[in-house]
């Protein structure tokens, strides 16, 4: 069982450019979520979503945009990277019932020069 | 106040028992959950405990919770290296059902 998977695993990018972060779950989650992980602070939601075709802001949606055109995937963008945005970034999937745990990948390392 | 709060370090010795505390504020939490992280991994679901419940057990691991005083613990007997990561508190609460408040979590060092 793949579970969550996040591509990339690691990435460097240079302040201004653009990507996209790939989430991936085989296990017919309806809720997926995006997570940032700095030191110190535990994870932060960015942005969420309860179905395909839905997005829904978090605590700290600034300067991410998502999409969910398939149930199975959920893109993080990245318009003009700020250097403020290096961090981890963790993918995470659930049926979206309190009393069902949130699945995570193994996350992103994302640095912005 | 929303924020789930962690002691941010705990240091064990191989053997002992190890007790990770967490504190929240929403008495409207249904599930609150204990995570763990080792170096350059995701988060792994230890345990979970409905807010009804006094106690869990699973294992080496006891959830304790205090409903009155919105406190939770993690024990773990009989610790070991392969217990060195940090540890996530979390809560599910009613009025945002499927969204998780974490804690900042603690590191928890296990020595020979």
């Known amino acids: 069982n793949a579970g969550v998977t996040q591509t990339p695993k690691f990435r460097v990018l240079k302040t201004g450019q653009s990507m996209t972060l790939l989430c991936a779950q085989d296990m017919n989650h309806e809720y997926m979520y995006w997570y940032r992980q700095d030191p110190g602070m535990g994870l932060r939601l960015i942005h969420y979503s309860v179905g395909e075709g839905t997005t829904a802001k978090g605590e700290v949606p600034d300067g991410y945009n998502v999409s969910r055109l398939k149930k199975q995937n959920f893109l993080l963008g990245l318009e003009s990277a700020a250097p403020s945005q290096t961090s981890v970034y963790f993918c995470?999937?659930?049926?979206?019932?309190?009393?069902?745990?949130?699945?995570f990948g193994d996350g992103t390392r994302l640095s912005i020069l | 106040g929303e924020d789930v709060e962690q002691s941010l370090f705990l240091s064990v010795r191989e053997g002992d028992s190890s007790v990770i505390n967490c504190t929240y504020t929403d008495s409207s939490s249904t599930y609150l959950y204990w995570y763990k992280q080792e170096p350059g991994a995701g988060l792994q679901l230890l345990t979970y405990?409905?807010?009804?419940?006094d106690m869990k057990q699973d294992q080496r691991l006891t959830v304790l919770l205090n409903k009155k005083d919105k406190h939770l613990s993690l024990r773990i007997a009989d610790t070991q290296t392969g217990d060195s990561a940090i540890y996530f508190c979390?809560?599910?609460?009613?009025?945002?059902?499927?969204?998780?408040?974490f804690g900042a979590g603690t590191q928890v060092v296990v020595t020979p």
């Open positions: 995470a999937s659930s049926y979206g019932i309190s009393n069902q745990p949130q699945h």
């Open positions: 405990i409905f807010s009804n419940m």
């Open positions: 979390a809560e599910s609460r009613t009025d945002s059902w499927g969204k998780l408040q």
